[in-house]
Structure formats: C-alpha cells, structure tokens
C-alpha cells in the first residue's frame, strides 16, 4: 500500500508542474540545446544480433502489474490506449473528447510496449521536456493531452482526471519493467539510411497498393469494426485520420515507423520486408498533401514551431532557418539539409 501511494503521489506531482513555464532562447546563434524526440530519446543503434534475435516483440506481462490501487491504474490506462475511441471517443461511454474514433495503440503498438513501435519505454522519466512545436515546458499530462488533440483531432481532457492520471500511471509502469541492459531501450523508431534522392509519392503509391490497401483501403479510410464504434485498421488520411502538423504526418517520422512495423502482422522490428527507401516512399505517397486531404485545425503557420531553428527538418511548413524549399523539406533529399544544418549550427531534428 505504500508503495502505491508513493507511486500515485509521484504522479501527481509530475502532474502539477505547469506547461506555462517560459522557454526563452537568450542568444540564439550560441545556445545549445537538445531536443528530444515524440516520445524518448532516439537510439544510437548498436544493438548486437543476439540481443535483437531474443527481445521480445512485446515487453508487456500483465502479471507484472502489482496487485494494489496503483495496479489498479495501471490495468485501466492500458486499456483506455488499447480501446481510447471506446471510452473518450466519439460516442465515449466516459467522455466525448477524440474527434475520431482511432486508439493510441494504432500508433504506439500494443500500448507503447513494442521495440521501435513508438514505445514508452522511457517515457515517463523523459517529462517535463522542451517541445519545439509549442515552445513550451510540457508536462506528460500536456503530451497525452497533445496527441488528443493532434492525431485524435479532439479537445484536451482534465489534467487531473482518472483518464490521465490512469495513462500516465501505465507509462511509468512500462517504463519499469523494461530490462535495463538493454540497448533498444533508447529507441521509439528505428534508424533509416536517407536515400540521395527525393522521396516519390507515385513509386509510394504503388507500395501501398501491393502491401498496404488491403487493411487500410483504397481511399486510406481504414477498417472500422462491426459496430462502427472504431477502427481494426485505422485511416490513414481523410477527415477521420490525424491532423496536419502530426508527428506521423511528416515523412521520416512515418516512415521510420512504417519501417519497423507494416506490413501489420508481418513485419518486425528485427525482420522487416520494407527497404528504407521503400518506407519513406510510401510515407511521401501517405503524407501526400496534395491528393490526400486530413484535418487542420492545429496546423497554422504562425502556431506550430514558433522558434523555426528547431523545425525538424521534414516539417514543409515555412519559414525555415534554411535555405531549402518547402517541397524540399517535405520529400527531401534530406541529406543536404543536413549538411546546411550542421555547417550552419543549427539543430538536425527529425
């Protein structure tokens, strides 16, 4: 019982640290700073072939889960991840928040507890952390809340209601039962190696026709279940997908994950069937803009990456600290931008 109080009262506290605090960048040209990625730090990806043969695809035990309150909320944040449309969607039996009827774990695989499927192996130790997109201090809270908002196309919940606090005490569940001499803990997404050339949407296209339409369909709508209540196979764009100015709408953020995890069932982190350059040419053909529509009412010039020296360098929203066009920093090749970056002192983000 002390334990779980000790645990819920960690909580809480990393709760009531505020979003508001002022992130002010004193003389530009020589701060140096880190950014941290979606969710944890990005791996350097050294991992023997030992190592990567015996992980497991999924770190999640349930009889890990001590048997007490905390426990208690433990269990049901991994079931609002595994089934969020059911409980705060749409037509939620708790609340209405999501603005779509997908489930976290249509991107952070089976609840954020898969090597490479945008996990939440350090997650919870990684908060409060500098967001270049909002230019803020958020809190854990603030980034649930974020991806309600952004890839859910919803309104932000209470910070302190059971729903967060459940996520929240899942998260740092996970992150506990991670084995700690592992190298993949570090990583949320796999590394890929960036082709010379630009990505193409049309070789995309016919990517996603052989390997991916049969779960997400022709139009990218996705699968719903048989009482249309969410999704089997989640959309892909359309009004019903994830907003403009996701992280999964950038193309090397997408396709890092496409590479790890799609085809689904099929591919493995440690076994995948896609070639890097085939990921990344399907993430362009998904992102697509100018075929594929999706929400946008939190993607606006003036709101996302206010601080443009810290845009990842696939975000094709103007202005830049760079010299590259926006079609550039949409599809690439990334490699000279990279180059710029380095020579110019400015952050490689991506």
């Given at each position: 019982m002390i334990n779980a109080l000790t645990n819920m009262t960690d909580i809480r506290l990393t709760l009531k640290l505020k979003s508001t605090f002022a992130f002010v960048l004193l003389f530009a040209g020589n701060l140096t700073f880190t950014i941290q990625s979606c969710t944890t730090p990005e791996p350097k990806q050294n991992t023997n072939e030992t190592e990567r043969a015996n992980f497991p695809i999924s770190i999640f035990d349930s009889s890990l889960i001590p048997v007490n309150s905390f426990g208690d909320s433990v269990r049901y944040g991994r079931e609002l991840l595994l089934n969020t449309a059911k409980y705060i969607g749409p037509e939620g039996s708790v609340s209405k928040h999501l603005g779509n009827k997908m489930n976290c774990t249509n991107c952070?695989?089976?609840?954020?507890?898969?090597?490479?499927?945008?996990?939440?192996?350090?997650?919870?130790?990684?908060?409060?952390?500098?967001?270049?997109?909002?230019?803020?201090?958020?809190?854990?809270?603030?980034r649930i809340n974020n991806c309600i908002e952004r890839p859910h196309n919803g309104t932000p919940m209470p910070i302190n209601s059971k729903e967060i606090m459940s996520i929240v005490a899942y998260i740092k569940w996970i992150g506990s039962i991670v084995p700690k001499d592992s190298a993949l803990i570090s990583g949320t997404s796999s590394e890929i190696t960036l082709p010379l050339r630009a990505a193409d949407p049309l070789k995309g296209s016919k990517i996603y026709d052989s390997k991916c339409k049969s779960c997400h369909g022709a139009t990218g709508a996705g699968i719903l279940n048989a009482d249309s209540t969410t999704y089997i196979y989640p959309p892909l764009w359309g009004m019903q997908s994830y907003q403009?100015?996701?992280?999964?709408?950038?193309?090397?953020?997408?396709?890092?994950?496409?590479?790890?995890?799609?085809?689904?069932?099929?591919?493995?982190?440690?076994?995948?069937?896609?070639?890097?350059?085939?990921?990344?040419?399907?993430?362009?053909?998904?992102?697509?803009?100018?075929?594929?529509?999706?929400?946008?009412?939190?993607?606006?010039?003036?709101?996302?990456?206010?601080?443009?020296?810290?845009?990842?360098?696939?975000?094709?929203?103007?202005?830049?600290?760079d010299t590259f066009s926006s079609s550039q920093h949409k599809y690439g090749p990334f490699k000279p931008i990279i180059e710029y970056h380095k020579t110019n002192g400015i952050p490689i983000v991506y």
């Open positions: 952070h695989l089976d609840g954020g507890s898969r090597p490479f499927g945008l996990n939440f192996f350090t997650t919870f130790k990684s908060y409060p952390q500098y967001r270049g997109r909002e230019n803020a201090i958020l809190t854990l809270a603030d403009l100015g996701s992280s999964m709408h950038r193309v090397l953020k997408a396709a890092r994950f496409i590479k790890s995890n799609m085809p689904h069932n099929e591919a493995t982190w440690n076994a995948p069937l896609l070639t890097d350059e085939e990921a990344i040419d399907v993430a362009a053909f998904i992102n697509d803009d100018e075929i594929h529509p999706r929400p946008s009412k939190k993607a606006t010039t003036a709101g996302d990456y206010p601080v443009s020296r810290v845009k990842p360098i696939d975000y094709d929203i103007p202005p830049f600290e």
